[in-house]
């Protein structure tokens, strides 16, 4: 098969001294409620070989799950429009600098935690230390995607929370397709590793390094799913 990048992105990139090429596979826009079985072996089976390993986008995965929040259902308080003034803007999408964020956060985390994390964010700012609000709410709220129509207008009035059981889905996937996966949450500033199936022998800093530069892409690329191969020599 040939190898194909998004634009802007490589088809090689080296980890540990081997060499991996990735290929992007465009797949149809993922519904909520989809089976990510059926997702992976329509898309995955017929290019995939023993050994290749699939790096998986949490959000199809978790929109698969139906792990949404609209925003009808969430009552934006003041609490939640106060913060959310002083709180910064990503352009990779919504933050609790958006009010809906701030009272998603306050929900799931508690107001007092979210005070707390609030006042520390401000004061490690000032000796450039990012991330602190975040660090202290916890991964369900950092992770919380949508509410953002700017790439995808489908995504503005929902909320996609963090996949359930990540290594789970993992290794059903494997144990049901045969096909090693890691799940994802990555962009252009920074990838995380959520879970992998068992049967990845790789390291976890080795398997953030295949997709260190977000061969994925954050735009409508269409590209949730990414199969990397070693390459032979």
């Known amino acids: 098969m040939e190898f194909q990048a998004n634009e802007n992105k490589d088809v090689e990139i080296a980890v540990n001294g081997k060499i991996y090429m990735r290929h992007a596979i465009h797949t149809h826009f993922v519904q909520i409620g989809e089976s990510y079985l059926e997702i992976l072996k329509k898309y995955v089976l017929p290019l995939y070989e023993p050994g290749d390993i699939v790096s998986c ?14 925003r009808e259902d969430i009552k934006i308080g003041f609490w939640a429009r106060l913060l959310s003034r002083f709180a910064s803007h990503p352009s990779t999408g919504v933050g609790v600098g958006e009010t809906i964020k701030m009272q998603y956060a306050i929900n799931k985390a508690g107001l007092l935690k979210v005070l707390y994390a ?15 609000f975040y660090e202290i709410v916890g991964q369900e709220v950092s992770g919380l995607d949508g509410f953002y129509d700017h790439v995808w207008k489908e995504y503005g009035d929902i909320g996609i929370e963090m996949p359930a059981d990540p290594t789970g889905v993992c290794n ?35 398997l953030i390094g295949l997709i260190r530069d977000n061969p994925a892409g954050q735009g409508r690329q269409c590209t949730p799913l990414i199969l990397i191969r070693e390459r032979r020599k």
């Open 57 to 70: 986008s949490e959000k199809i995965i978790a929109l698969c799950q139906k792990r949404i929040v609209r």
């Open 118 to 132: 609030s006042i520390a964010s401000a004061i490690t700012k000032i000796f450039g230390k990012k991330g602190v």
């Open 172 to 206: 059903e996937v494997y144990d049901k397709l045969g096909i090693q996966m890691m799940l994802v949450d990555a962009n252009d500033l920074g990838q995380e590793l959520l879970g992998h199936s068992d049967a990845i022998e790789l390291s976890d800093s080795e």
